[in-house]
């Protein structure tokens, strides 16, 4: 597996952890209604804290997978 620390898209360069928090971001936006649907933000105490773990996690699974 090779490592890319810059992407070209379309001639511009950027950062591949641009690309990976990019794609995180969408993730975690289609998640909210789920989690609002289960009533997942019940239990939670601190929801922003929650959503940015979540993000943070999201962030390094595309990481490894990409």
Same mark, same amino acid.
């Given at each position: 597996?090779?490592?890319?620390?810059?992407?070209?898209?379309?001639?511009?360069? +950027?950062?591949s952890f641009v690309v990976?928090?990019?794609?995180?971001?969408?993730? !975690?936006?289609? =998640?909210?209604?789920? /989690?609002?649907?289960?009533?997942?933000?019940?239990? +939670?105490?601190?929801?922003?804290?929650?959503?940015?773990?979540?993000?943070?996690? !999201?962030?390094? =699974?595309?990481?490894? /997978?990409?």
């Open positions: 597996m090779e490592l890319r620390p810059v992407l070209d898209i379309g001639g511009l360069l +950027v950062s990976h928090a990019g794609l995180a971001i969408a993730t !975690l936006l289609s =998640l909210n209604p789920v /989690l609002s649907k289960v009533r997942a933000r019940r239990v +939670v105490w601190n929801l922003p804290l929650a959503e940015f773990g979540i993000l943070i996690c !999201l962030i390094g =699974l595309y990481t490894i /997978l990409l």
